[in-house]
């Protein structure tokens, strides 16, 4: 089965299907990579990038210092008694939902409610890992990974070449997930964009449940941005692994932190082919600000290697 693509004038571009079931997944396979467009960017290049994000970032501080000001003036000082929560010094309302989140792993108890809607297995299947009707991991298998890295070059206008590395450490439930991205721009400039989560993750693969393997993960953590000046935030991830089958897989890695005091919205969709330990990976990563996508947006080959 061959399905083409015409691209301008130019010779047509022919994707072979790998048979039957890889004939099931060409029209995801084909609507991915037309959907991966770019659209109009905030900034010619990086360093300009940088610079508007810093003139930004003041104004809204200016902004914030009124704001809070005028609220001063005008709030009474016994506001956030009563029905509602209150927040003093650095608390905060997110400063508590981290501390939630960090918390909640640590209560719960994966096995038990497995083993009260399955009386029929013993308590020592569940700790060979057999819950679900299934598995968590498989040697090679992408999906909850003990080791996973991924290698991917990256295509934007304002930049010669665009490193991103990310790693995965983990058993079962728990994870590191780091990703360092380098931009590197004709005159030289380089900008730094590195992230770091512990994860919580469930998944693995059960065909009572949904056909393949799957992995759903919550992550914590902080991110940098190094270029003419440094920035760190705080960061929250959603990622999302579904492999139907060993040889091919779709995974979405959502991500949200701020460069300063402007928030950012940095999202990644890629299709995988390849076999157990080792896949070749094609996808697009945007990062949004405020309804428009960043110069730093664009799309990326790379390979993945998991354990």
Not at 110 to 118: D, L, N, S, T, Y
Not at 215 to 235: K, N
């Amino acid at each position: 089965m061959t399905a083409k693509l015409p691209r301008n004038n130019a010779e047509p571009f022919v994707v072979r299907a790998p048979g039957r079931l890889g004939g099931r997944f060409l029209p995801i396979l084909l609507v991915a990579g037309v959907s991966l467009v770019a659209v109009n960017t905030r900034a010619a290049s990086l360093r300009e990038r940088e610079q508007e994000i810093a003139e930004r970032s003041e104004k809204k501080k200016k902004d914030k210092e009124e704001s809070s000001a005028k609220s001063s003036a005008a709030v009474p000082s016994s506001l956030g008694s009563g029905t509602y929560p209150s927040f003093s010094g650095d608390d905060t309302f997110f400063g508590s939902f981290w501390m939630w989140v960090i918390a909640a792993p640590f209560r719960y108890n994966p096995w038990e409610p497995r083993v009260a809607m399955r009386p029929d297995v013993a308590e020592e299947g569940w700790d060979d890992g057999e819950g679900f009707g299934g598995h968590w991991h498989e040697w090679g298998e992408q999906t909850i990974p003990y080791a996973r890295v991924d290698y991917n070059f990256q295509f934007i206008d304002t930049a010669d070449s665009v490193h991103d590395v990310r790693f995965e450490l983990g058993y079962r439930l728990f994870g590191f997930l780091g990703r360092m991205t380098r931009y590197t721009e004709p005159d030289g400039f380089t900008l730094d964009l590195n992230q770091y989560y512990g994860m919580f993750r469930v998944g693995g693969a059960d065909l009572n449940l949904i056909p393949g393997a799957f992995e759903l993960g919550i992550g914590v953590g902080m991110v940098s941005h190094a270029g003419d000046s440094r920035d760190t935030s705080a960061a929250f991830t959603l990622p999302l692994k579904y492999y139907p089958i060993d040889y091919f897989g779709i995974e979405f890695r959502p991500a949200w932190y701020r460069w300063q005091e402007i928030m950012i919205g940095d999202y990644d969709i890629s299709a995988s082919l390849g076999g157990r330990f080792v896949q070749m990976r094609c996808g697009y990563r945007w990062i949004w600000d405020d309804g428009k996508v960043d110069v730093q947006s664009g799309t990326y080959v790379g390979v993945s290697v998991s354990l």
